[in-house]
């Protein structure tokens, strides 16, 4: 614990760490992209409402917006998005979130062209360039077909660079989701992935490939990997026709390949015969993860030998070259420990990097030296490393005899000491997915609470990535058991340590982890308080009220709907208010199609008539996760100051106070 030169209590330490600088000044980054010697990033502005803009980098080092104020680069599509751009000899392709159109943009253009008529009903995602035929192809989502079928349908859609707007013509369709489209380098071939409900995509996807006739149409069309019980992520081609891809049929997500001739060989038979890839790599590491939007990558092809990898061992990401022929691996010297959206380009890496004591940002890599260069930080603070708490990565154990996994903030903070004998109250936080994971990059929100005296425990629960297939499965019909058995055991596990005090434990997640949240101050005693962020109160109403992508995930994780009705009541914590002793804060957006308000509205009803304190916090405008600053700032600072009424300590800070309905005196500070 933190050893200062002044004494005052855990929770009430000044922090130069304000909500606002996390707030205005922290960018969301990603979806990194070569288009020869340019690089491209997509960049989410909290001071703009959280528009995303296209960003360039050209060689000598000049940095620009390429969309245009009154754009914002975003996809609606599975609601999440993702992969709502890309660039190609100069010029950037992209979807606009107002309508959902796609444009095209040279960077001295002064107004972007429309591409598409999407009117109301139509979305656009994963787009890939086919530069043989003048033409986009990409993921076509029609809501149209809501009212007569019950569900949008997805296609793989081709649309025409050198005519008049269109809706797209489609090449593949029949499978509820796809993603991933990609052309091989000789615009001879396309590969995709394709999967079925009640799969998501870290389920089962198959790989399919197919060759393109005369007249751009998809002929010989082939299954050639994956299953309902495989999950495939990222096929790419490599520089001469090999299909690179990552499954988990091992029980972990690994690399494999088909090479070109075999890819030939496949298209020009029978879909009956059989063709088995080859494993590059067999390890007990995920080279892979849960493919929540478009667009996401972990390895890169370089040249015709080697493949770029970024992979996950025990909540860390480490880089790596592969030689595909033999096997033989190396790992790249680098102070990263988390990677995303992996792209290269002639012996150089771009990709998203973060560690504990580094901030996300966009970083440019020599994959021979290991040198690298800072190309755009998501934040341009950096607190004084006396403010900063480093992750400690722990194991635990939980329910049955299982070990479970999570990564330990200690308070910190150089300028204060708590008074002897005192223990710091403990903030647990439970990520949202469920089939996601934390990661040990450094958070400013994380630093907020550890430089204010807050011990937090960041869960990689049962169900989480990065552990393999077999941990990632925890969750199978038990959803609501699992996550909370080990939020709980994870908490108690500090407490018994005496590392914080198990008098002031509070729990706070977002969407699925808001759930979980919700699971454990209802189902349970362990914790005093929590903040449900955008949190299912109501998993049953769920199945009707979410989105396509996500409308038969209840199928995993609680069982079929109707058949486990029971169940779902059963977990569902709107229906045991009663039990619910403890004080919450909610946080909504309006706007959210995916956990919508009502989900948060019916919750705190239940706790307002049994006369819990609770408040609730909703925005105009929002949606899923919140993305204008001002939002941001005031979840972080009101949250916090709801701890400290609960908790009875004074921040240090002046917070703007709103009212927590109930709370009684024994409550109160």
């Known amino acids: ?63 620009a917006d390429i969309t245009p104020p009154g754009f914002n680069t975003r996809t ?9 751009y890309t660039a190609h000899d100069g010029v950037t392709y992209f979807s606009n979130l107002a309508d959902q159109n796609l444009y095209s943009v040279r960077a001295n253009d002064a107004k972007p062209q429309v591409l598409t008529t999407a009117g109301e009903s139509l979305r656009y995602a994963d787009l890939a360039i086919d530069p043989h035929r003048q033409r986009i192809i990409c993921i076509r989502e029609d809501h149209s077909y809501v009212k007569t079928a019950g569900e949008a349908q997805a296609a793989i859609v081709s649309i025409a660079l050198d005519r008049e707007p269109s809706a797209g013509e489609p090449l593949v369709v029949g499978a509820n989701f796809y993603s991933t489209p990609r052309i091989s380098p000789d615009g001879s071939k396309l590969a995709w992935l394709s999967w079925n ?45 090999t299909l690179y891809f990552v499954s988990d049929k091992s029980g972990w997500w690994n690399p494999y390949m088909f090479p070109a ?18 494993q590059l ?66 012996g150089r890496l771009a990709t998203c990097a973060a560690s504990p004591t580094e901030q996300a940002a966009i970083v440019e890599i020599d994959t021979v030296s290991g040198a690298y260069d800072i190309v755009r930080k998501s934040n341009p603070y950096k607190p004084d490393e006396k403010y900063i708490s480093v992750p400690e990565p722990i194991e635990f154990p939980s329910a049955g005899g299982r070990t479970a996994h999570a990564f330990f903030y200690r308070p ?58 077999k941990y990632r499965d925890l969750l199978e019909l038990n959803w609501g058991v699992v ?95 009663d039990k619910l002793q403890c004080p919450v804060i909610f946080f909504q957006g309006l706007e959210d199609k995916v956990v919508p308000p009502s989900q948060a509205e019916s919750m705190v009803n239940a706790l ?25 700032k005031r979840t972080l600072d009101a949250e916090f100051y709801f701890y400290s009424r609960i908790f009875k300590f004074a921040p240090a800070d002046k917070i703007e106070p709103f009212e927590i309905e109930n709370l009684e005196p024994a409550h109160a500070k």
């Open 197 to 241: 409900h009640p799969n998501m995509p870290w389920d089962g996807t198959r790989l399919e490939v197919a060759e393109f006739d005369d007249n751009g149409a998809l002929r010989n069309r082939r299954s050639i990997a994956g299953g309902d019980a495989e999950s495939i992520f990222q096929p790419e081609w490599g520089a001469y026709g």
């Open 261 to 278: 001739a075999q890819i030939k060989e496949i298209v020009g038979t029978p879909e009956s015969a059989r063709h088995q890839p080859r």
């Open 483 to 577: 996550d909370v058995q080990d939020c709980e055991n994870a908490a108690r596990y500090l407490a018994n340590n005496g590392l914080v005090d198990p008098q002031r434990m509070a729990i706070t997640g977002g969407s699925a982890g808001g759930y979980t949240v919700l699971c454990v101050l209802t189902f349970g005693d362990v914790f005093q308080a929590g903040a449900s962020h955008f949190g299912v109160s109501n998993v049953e109403t769920l199945v009707a009220d979410t989105h396509k992508f996500e409308s038969r995930y209840g199928d995993k994780l609680t069982g079929p709907y109707p058949e486990s009705k029971q169940v779902y009541f059963d977990r569902s914590p709107i229906n045991f208010a």
């Open 412 to 469: 910190k903070n150089d300028d204060f000491q708590a008074p002897q004998g005192q223990l710091p109250p403990l903030l647990l936080k439970c990520h949202g997915g469920p089939t996601g994971a934390t990661t040990s990059a450094l958070s400013l929100g994380v630093q907020y609470w550890t430089s204010r005296g807050f011990a937090v425990i960041d869960v990689n629960y049962g169900g989480s990535s990065g552990y393999g297939r």
């Open 281 to 346: 790599i067999d390890l007990p590491r995920d080279f892979g993860t849960p493919q929540w939007v478009f667009g996401m990558s972990t390895y890169a092809p370089d040249g015709a030998g080697s493949l770029l990898c970024t992979f996950c061992q025990s909540g860390i990401w480490r880089l790596a070259r592969l030689d595909v022929q033999s096997g033989d691996w190396r790992l790249i010297d680098v102070p990263f420990t988390e990677f995303s959206f992996v792209v290269a380009n002639k």
């Open 76 to 84: 609606l599509v599975h609601e999440y998005g993702g992969g709502a």
């Open 1 to 63: 614990m933190s050893r200062g030169s002044q004494t005052a209590p855990y929770g009430s330490w000044q922090s130069p760490i304000k909500a606002e600088a996390i707030a205005s000044s922290t960018l969301k980054l990603g979806w990194t992209r070569y288009d020869g010697t340019d690089l491209y990033w997509l960049e989410g502005r909290p001071t703009e409402g959280g528009r995303l803009v296209v960003v360039k980098r050209s060689p000598d080092g000049q940095i």
């Open 608 to 632: 307002r008539r049994k006369k819990v304190p609770v408040s609730y916090i909703a925005y105009e405008g929002e949606q899923h996760g919140f993305r204008k600053a001002e939002n941001i």
